[in-house]
Each structure stands twice: as C-alpha cells, then as structure tokens.
Nanobody, 117 residues
Framework: QVQLVESGGGLVQVGGFLKLSCASS????????VGWYRRAAGKEREMVAR???????EYANNEEGRFTISKDNGKNIIYLTLRNLKPEDTAVYYC???????????WGQGVQVTVSS
C-alpha cells in the first residue's frame, strides 16, 4: 500500500507564500501522474496542478503564475509552491499519485491551508 504524507500547510496572510510537500513511500518516478487537488469548505474537490512522468505540467484556472508543482525523485517528494495567496485559496490540499496500467490512484490525508485577509 502506497502512503502519501503531506506537510507544510498552515495559516498565512494574503499575498503570502507556502511550500507544500508530499512524501511518498514508493518511488515517485514510477508513477504516471503526480499532483495536487484541493477542497474548500462547501465546494467540490478540484485539481490544482499535476505532472506526468515525462515532466509535463498542467495547472488549473491559469494558475501557473502563482502555483508551481515540482518533484524530487531522489527524495520521493512532490512539492506545491503557492505564491501570492488569496483568501479563496483556503482549502484542504491533497497530494495524489496515479498509475495508468492498471489504473490506480493513491491519496494523502490532506493538509490545511488558510489564507487570512
């Protein structure tokens, strides 16, 4: 069973910066996709950013300027850097990793990010 453990969340003021980390018990280079989702209170879960095993990055809602997904294969850690944070970024952020064949996905327990105005 793969375990993903997020860290780095917290309370930050508007315009602030956070770097979330997700440590994997399995080598992240072996996943076809890794990424981050978030769920704000009362809303559906939404994709924030993801990366393929080939290194292609995709961001939701044109947030590439504020969010950056990266990974360190040697340390088996997936990162999400959040810049210029806004109150609407307040949510629980979840790390995930996925295989294509056979299709399987793995999720972390989530980490809270709260942006105060």
């Amino acid at each position: 069973q793969v375990q993903l453990v997020e860290s780095g969340g917290g309370l930050v003021q508007v315009g602030g910066f956070l770097k979330l980390s997700c440590a994997s018990s399995r080598g992240i280079a072996s996943f076809n996709f890794v990424g981050w989702y978030r769920r704000a209170a009362g809303k559906e879960r939404e994709m924030v950013a993801r990366m393929t095993d080939g290194g292609r990055r995709e961001y939701a809602n044109n947030e590439e300027g504020r969010f950056t997904i990266s990974k360190d294969n040697g340390k088996n850690i997936i990162y999400l850097t959040l810049r210029n944070l806004k109150p609407e970024d307040t949510a629980v952020y979840y790390c995930y990793a996925a295989d294509v064949g056979p299709p399987r996905s793995f999720w972390g327990q989530g980490v809270q990010v709260t942006v105060s105005s």
